[in-house]
């Protein structure tokens, strides 16, 4: 009886042991580059304002994930649709049939895409930044925002922000255009309440 015991006492300290290993080892073990990274759910989460964001740049050397969880968007509801965009390329009065060819690119890694879906070389096209390419320069956003019709902006996307309690790129903000919000209705216990004193009491109503 007494082995029985200590077999089955030893069995269950290997399994901890391999139990706690492996948490520690996925805790501290480098995130794999083919793995999307999915932050866990929290309360509140950090945006930029677009109103006060300037696209600075450093959006893309602050933030402590590399790249950065900031992403460049374009608003389809705002964008003009445009044969030549201002955040796209950086010549404005070029042939409409030599843009995809000679036309160039505003961003450095050519994270921003074209592609026409109406009316030929001197249509309507749609205009998107590839999230795996962008870097958050904010060039694109910035020439936007100067020139075009403001629909480029840059936020922080909920799936690659850390969700760190103090946020590094609104630290080195020079406009305070990151601002920290709830994600979910949030009770700060603040409110007025009402208790019933029988219950308080412990006694029943």
Not at 119 to 129: R, S, V
Not at 175 to 204: C, K, L, Q, T
Request: hydrophobic share 35%.
């Amino acid at each position: 009886m007494s082995s029985r015991r200590n077999y089955l006492r030893l069995g269950g300290q290997l399994l901890g042991a391999v139990t706690l290993g492996g948490a520690a080892f996925r805790l501290f073990s480098p995130p794999s580059e083919e793995a999307d990274f999915v932050a866990q759910a929290r309360r509140f989460a950090w945006q930029i304002d677009p109103e006060k964001c300037t696209s600075c740049g450093l959006c893309e050397t602050s933030c402590v994930r590399k790249p950065s969880a900031v992403k460049a968007l374009n608003d389809p509801k705002k964008c003009s649709n445009c044969v030549v965009c201002y955040g796209h390329i950086t010549e404005t009065h070029i042939d409409s049939d030599k843009i995809e060819s000679e036309g160039h690119r505003v961003c450095p890694v050519n994270a921003v895409t074209r592609i026409n879906f109406s009316g030929g070389t001197d249509g309507m096209f749609l205009y998107a930044q590839d999230p795996k390419l962008c870097i958050a320069c904010g060039q694109c956003t910035r020439r936007c925002n100067h020139h075009g019709t403001r629909s480029m902006f840059l936020a922080i996307r909920p799936d690659l922000c850390l969700g760190c309690n103090e946020c590094a790129i609104a630290v080195a903000c020079p406009h305070d255009a990151i601002e920290r919000i709830p994600r979910e209705p949030v009770d700060d216990y603040r409110g007025d309440y009402w208790f019933d004193s029988n219950y308080m009491m412990g006694e029943s109503a």
